[in-house]
């Protein structure tokens, strides 16, 4: 099982069984905090009762020690895991939860009680996944080394399925196969041999914005900034602790940029930062990354990247991510933490900026649509809507000639169908709408009923009355740990590479939550509070430019060079043999691509992801 994971942790690995009570638990180890054998895992406690297992990385790790040898405790060496060891026999595991900043999952068992906890980090940064089954208990931080395991034989879940046709990746705490869960950020998971798991929460968003609602925001614009400019330094100070070579992620945007100035403020040397570039037009930010690197004075590397290159990713990430994932930003990801491991072991990412700040242009959207309601009667919505469904986007793109290329969208046809889908949606439906690919995915995957998650319930509303706030809560409950921290997670730990997010520490959470609307948006602009920090060390010339997503052309590369291999993972047959998906709207939505008439990059990426999956694991 371990092996499975061997480019999570290539510098060692540990086994610890227990053959009477039945417990094995095995460790693969890269090294960051005390490279000495004295960090090696499974880690025993000196007195013998208690077993850890541990990924991840404790940012106040020397405090917390500090206190428990100020109470007698007696180190062997200086890794933060035993830190966390110590620290839950001392304190209690429920005790020490709240002192921890940093990502983390680990299991502990315990041997005298003959039980094991699980937990996973507030935000979902690392992932953990557990099953059940009849006398066997499985649990790990990817699903290969579950499988890997010959008392389990893994079966499709369809609901699973349903789900990830929907959002293109598959929302805790399900997974592709059924009995198998993800543990769901800031749980805890208590399993006692011969008794049931019982999962609770030790930290909740919810109870954040419930404080929230109980008091007031009092400070001026300046002391607001200066409080984000005094916890961001701290958070990324925190994240540069490492006895290995560190660098940072640079795309050139407002969250990488922060995060490398942070760095850069607080270093004597130049900031090790990287990017990547790709010369296909709307898809590099290369030259922006270079452009701050150069103000900020870091030794920075890029690498252009040919479309061959990037397309040559694609037949190995199903088994990076090993159940179905169709963020095409994988592709991205990979290259850039493939890159930044030639140089250093830990990289610094900007990850979480736009759902703790109002970044995703989605929130800006809703905020036209909203106005656009308002202006607008809703007979006049409903007939612009029946009118623009009536007519194909490529056809309003040949209408669409007379505008100067200038001013004319890119996609126009697609975006005005897109407009014309949501402009007469009530807040909560547009949402949705907007987060989904297929929109009725049980029609697309056979016998399987979706679930019905936190995007459906109503009592969201009452707890977060604004709808940008309510869609980024939502976004940080969902799509950031689901979608953009498991991207992260498996394209880094595909190479080795340790990842770490300073913008999700959960003290900058919590302070980004108690920020009213006006401190993300403002001006028409996203992101208010952070440009105004990130002004203090960059020009705004610099930094104020549309925003890019970190995408590659899909579209394109579909109807060209990845063609053929769609078509083989597309084919009719193919899928009636699998019996899992409806092979009639697949093919419509395929040809319909092909043709030109309509974009279905996205839909047909989610069912490619599956289909490259399915032969990988299941075939």
Request: hydrophobic share 40%; charged share 25%; net charge neutral.
């Amino acid at each position: 099982m371990t092996n499975t994971m061997s480019r999570r942790g290539p510098d060692g690995h540990g086994k610890w069984v227990d053959d009477v009570a039945g417990v094995a638990l095995g460790h693969r180890r890269l090294s960051v905090i005390d490279v000495s054998d004295a960090g090696h895992q499974p880690m025993l406690s000196s007195c013998g009762r208690y077993v850890i297992v541990y990924n991840g990385e404790i940012y106040n790790f020397k405090e917390l020690r500090k206190e428990l040898e100020a109470k007698g405790r007696v180190f062997k060496g200086h890794s933060d895991t035993e830190v966390i060891l110590q620290a839950c026999i001392e304190w209690g595991v429920m005790q020490v939860l709240p002192r921890l900043i940093g990502m983390f999952a680990f299991g502990l068992w315990d041997k005298k009680e003959h039980t094991l906890t699980l937990v996973r980090d507030r935000l979902g940064i690392k992932p953990l996944y557990w099953g059940h089954f009849d006398g066997l208990f499985l649990f790990g931080s990817e699903l290969k080394a579950l499988s890997a395991h010959p008392g389990w034989t893994p079966q499709i879940n369809r609901d699973a399925l349903a789900s990830y046709m929907r959002h293109n990746y598959i929302p805790a705490p399900l997974t592709i196969y059924d009995g198998i869960h993800k543990l769901q950020p800031g749980c805890i998971l208590k399993f006692k041999i011969g008794k049931e798991p019982q999962v609770e929460s030790y930290w909740s968003l919810s109870k954040v914005e419930k404080e929230k609602s109980d008091s007031k925001f009092k400070l001026t614009d300046s002391e607001a900034i200066n409080s984000l400019d005094e916890l961001l330094g701290d958070a990324v100070g925190r994240r540069m602790v490492s006895d290995v070579p560190l660098g940072a992620f640079l795309s050139g945007g407002i969250d990488s940029s922060i995060v490398v100035a942070l760095m850069q403020a607080q270093s004597s040397k130049p900031v090790h930062t990287y990017s990547i570039g790709f010369n296909e037009t709307g898809y590099n930010e290369a030259q922006h990354a270079a452009i701050v690197a150069k103000h900020l004075g870091t030794s920075h590397t890029e690498l252009y990247v040919t479309a061959e290159t990037a397309q040559g990713i694609i037949p190995d990430l199903p088994e990076m991510y090993d159940e179905p994932f169709a963020d095409s930003s994988q592709i991205s990801t990979y290259l850039v933490s493939a890159l930044t491991r030639q140089h250093v072991t830990v990289a610094l990412s900007g990850d979480g900026g736009d759902e703790c700040f109002a970044g995703y242009n989605r929130y800006l959207f809703a905020e036209r649509i909203r106005r656009l309601q308002k202006l607008t009667p809703k007979a006049f919505r409903s007939v612009f809507t029946s009118i623009i469904s009536s007519i194909s986007p490529q056809q309003l793109d040949k209408l669409s000639n007379f505008i100067p290329d200038s001013i004319r969208p890119s996609m126009f046809g697609d975006r005005l169908h897109k407009l014309a889908g949501v402009i007469s949606l009530k807040e909560d439906n547009f949402y949705r709408q907007l987060v989904s690919q297929w929109h009725e995915p049980e029609m697309l995957v056979h016998d399987s009923k979706e679930m019905k998650g936190l995007i459906w319930d109503e009592s969201v509303r009452e707890l977060v009355p604004n709808f940008i706030e309510r869609m980024q809560y939502l976004d940080l409950l969902t799509y950031l740990p689901d979608d953009i921290l498991t991207k992260v997670d498996r394209a880094s730990m595909a190479v080795s590479l340790e990842v770490r997010v300073p913008l999700l520490d959960h003290r900058v959470v919590e302070f980004s939550r108690q920020l009213p609307m006006q401190y993300k948006i403002r001006g028409g602009k996203s992101k208010w509070s952070l440009r105004q920090l990130l002004y203090r060390y960059v020009p705004s010339e610099i930094i104020d430019r549309p925003k890019m997503g970190f995408g590659v052309p899909i579209d394109r590369w579909l109807r060209g060079p990845l063609r053929d291999w769609a078509e083989e993972l597309l084919d009719k047959n193919k899928i009636e043999k699998q019996g899992l998906l409806n092979s009639v709207l697949v093919r419509q939505k395929w040809n319909e691509h092909l043709s030109g008439s309509r974009n279905w990059q996205y839909q047909l990426w989610t069912v490619l992801m599956f289909q490259a999956w399915y032969e990988q694991w299941m075939s």
